[in-house]
T-cell receptor
Framework: KQEVTQIPAALSVPEGENLVLNCSFTDSAIYNLQWFRQDPGKGLTSLLLIQSSQREQTSGRLNASLDKSSGRSTLYIAASQPGDSATYLCLLDSWGKLQFGAGTQVVVTP | DTGVSQNPRHKITKRGQNVTFRCDPISEHNRLYWYRQTLGQGPEFLTYFQNEAQLEKSRLLSDRFSAERPKGSFSTLEIQRTEQGDSAMYLC?????????????FGAGTRLSVL
């Protein structure tokens, strides 16, 4: 059974610092991995999707990497801004078996 | 493209009552997903459809839960004989369902409160 872990559960950084968010998984037989952000009381917004065959994806200040051998994906957010404050979640698609991590709550202080 | 739409946004019901939620996916999206999220947790997968076929169903989905997507467009999630433990945010997502392009887009959710 796939286990998905996001550590830390919460993170606070000053504006301008780079953010590094981790998503660990136990079974490397995945189809893809998707990163989302969730604002309080709202639905999820897709950030990046990495296919199993890819090593990384980039969009603006965001970069996501995938290392299946070590069971880890990392989301980097460069030069953080207060508007980046949210909960960040990873979703693993293990060929139709879908599982989210519990999320990392990020606060970026001005 | 108006995004994924969920109705109602909020539902308050008494224990034992039946409730039904509706999800309208993004037009031409073949896949539709249902998740449940409780406070402080990541969403839990419930079920998903490829067109009108229900392809995967979580063990979390007890006999009281049923989902349909009769014409491969909108979907409904029904909970019978609601219990207080059913109180949660119910999220719907859709995706194209094509190989290599399966980004899920989420609706705003339906918040259920069972009194």
């Amino acid at each position: 059974k796939q286990e998905v872990t996001q550590i830390p559960a919460a993170l606070s950084v000053p504006e301008g610092e780079n953010l590094v968010l981790n998503c660990s998984f136990t079974d490397s037989a995945i189809y893809n991995l998707q990163w989302f952000r969730q604002d309080p009381g709202k639905g999820l917004t897709s950030l990046l999707l990495i296919q199993s065959s890819q090593r990384e994806q980039t969009s603006g200040r965001l970069n996501a990497s995938l290392d299946k051998s070590s069971g880890r994906s990392t989301l980097y957010i460069a030069a953080s801004q207060p508007g980046d404050s949210a909960t960040y979640l990873c979703l693993l698609d293990s060929w139709g078996k879908l599982q989210f991590g519990a999320g990392t709550q990020v606060v970026v202080t001005p | 493209d108006t995004g994924v739409s969920q109705n109602p946004r909020h539902k308050i019901t008494k224990r034992g009552q039946n409730v039904t939620f509706r999800c309208d996916p993004i037009s031409e999206h073949n896949r539709l997903y249902w998740y449940r999220q409780t406070l402080g947790q990541g969403p839990e997968f419930l079920t998903y459809f490829q067109n009108e076929a229900q392809l995967e169903k979580s063990r979390l989905l007890s006999d009281r839960f049923s989902a349909e997507r009769p014409k491969g467009s909108f979907s409904t999630l029904e909970i019978q004989r609601t219990e207080q433990g059913d109180s949660a945010m119910y999220l719907c997502a859709s995706s194209l369902g094509l190989a290599g392009e399966n980004i899920q887009y989420f609706g705003a959710g339906t918040r259920l409160s069972v009194l």
